[in-house]
């Protein structure tokens, strides 16, 4: 199993997240997009299980990576660039049955494989950024719109304050862009424990026999997930 993380993140998350993986990526792009998310995997690359689609204008080490570890993927439609329709086109998020996203920013590509799913058209473009998946039932989101619109569902979904989540250029990041799931292993970039809502997903988890990982020491930063692949 391969990781890709945020170039940026600190020399203790990469020692401590090579212990579980065979090789990590450290994701960077220059001139391409906004600085605050340059290096954020989930504004480049579309994931669900062992199926990727990514932005043609990705970095070509990326594709050296995905060619040197034979992890397959596809193109989709939509280059990345500074506008929220062109930011957003990947950040989407998928279970079995659901799709969730805000669908006039969904790239073409990953509209069409997710077409026998039920969709669910968010108020939140950043929708990746935004939303984790625990289960096929269960969510955590850090974003009101989408907490909302999961609740009139009938999910269980909880809400997780992103105030004390760093970023950079921002006030704060997402809860969604900072963790990154991998079978029943919860990894966060940063120290979940030092935040005021830390109870929650500690609940969450022994609840749904998840394993907590904390990559650093310090506040929770906003890394753009952690993609496990391979």
């Known amino acids: 199993m391969y990781a890709i993380i945020d170039k940026r993140v600190s020399e203790t998350t990469i020692k401590r997240l090579c212990n579980y993986t065979e090789d990590i990526f450290l994701f960077e792009t220059r001139n391409i997009t906004y600085n605050s998310i340059s290096g954020h995997p989930d504004i480049f690359i579309y994931q669900e299980d062992n199926n990727l689609i990514v932005a043609p204008n990705s970095p070509q080490e990326l594709l050296f990576f995905f060619e040197k570890h034979n992890i397959s993927y596809n193109f989709g439609n939509t280059n990345i660039g500074y506008e929220l329709a062109n930011t957003t086109a990947y950040n989407c998020v998928a279970t079995r049955n659901f799709f969730f996203h805000k669908i006039k ?33 269960v969510f955590i989101t850090s974003d009101l719109g989408i907490l909302k619109t999961l609740k009139q569902q009938n999910l269980e979904v909880y809400y997780f304050s992103p105030s004390q989540i760093r970023i950079y250029d921002h006030k704060h990041g997402f809860f969604g862009g900072c ?50 692949v391979g």
């Open 179 to 228: 963790t990154g799931m991998y079978e029943n292993k919860l990894f966060f970039c940063g120290n979940i424990l030092l935040h005021d809502d830390a109870n929650i997903i500690k609940n969450i988890c022994e609840k749904h026999d998840i394993e907590i990982i904390c990559l650093d020491n310090s506040y929770l930063y906003d890394c753009g997930k952690i993609l496990f």
């Open 105 to 137: 920013y969904t790239d073409p590509k990953i509209k069409s494989f997710n077409r026998e799913k039920k969709i669910f058209n968010l108020p939140q473009a950043y929708t990746a950024c935004s939303l984790l998946v625990v289960n096929e039932t």
